[in-house]
Nanobody, 117 residues
């Protein structure tokens, strides 16, 4: 089992910045990929960014060049630095982890990010 706890959401004006953090606990040695997803009201959950255990990254086109994902395997954390935020970035952001064995998915409880225009 893997537990994920997010922090760092909040309200920010357009053009501002926020940093989200996610701390993993439990069977952390079994974690492979980690990432961030988001879900806006009335929309499906979508990928924001992922990072592999070897630090290869992948970003949604909508956040490229604005968001940066990073990972500290020793501390079992994954961060998302969000710059130049837009109102359309408003959503609940979820931390995600996938395990090496059985490829199980784990999710955090989500943290709200609201960008005002």
């Amino acid at each position: 089992q893997v537990q994920l706890v997010e922090s760092g959401g909040g309200l920010v004006q357009a053009g501002g910045s926020l940093r989200l953090s996610c701390k993993a606990s439990g069977s952390t040695s079994n974690i492979d990929d980690m990432g961030w997803y988001r879900q806006a009201p009335g929309k499906q959950r979508e990928l924001v960014a992922t990072i592999s255990s070897g630090s290869s990254t992948n970003y949604a086109d909508s956040v490229k060049d604005r968001f940066t994902i990073s990972r500290d395997n020793a501390r079992n954390t994954v961060d998302l630095k969000m710059n130049s935020l837009k109102p359309e970035d408003t959503a609940v952001y979820y931390c995600h982890a996938k395990t090496r064995w059985y490829r199980r998915d784990y999710w955090g409880q989500g943290t709200q990010v609201t960008v005002s225009s």
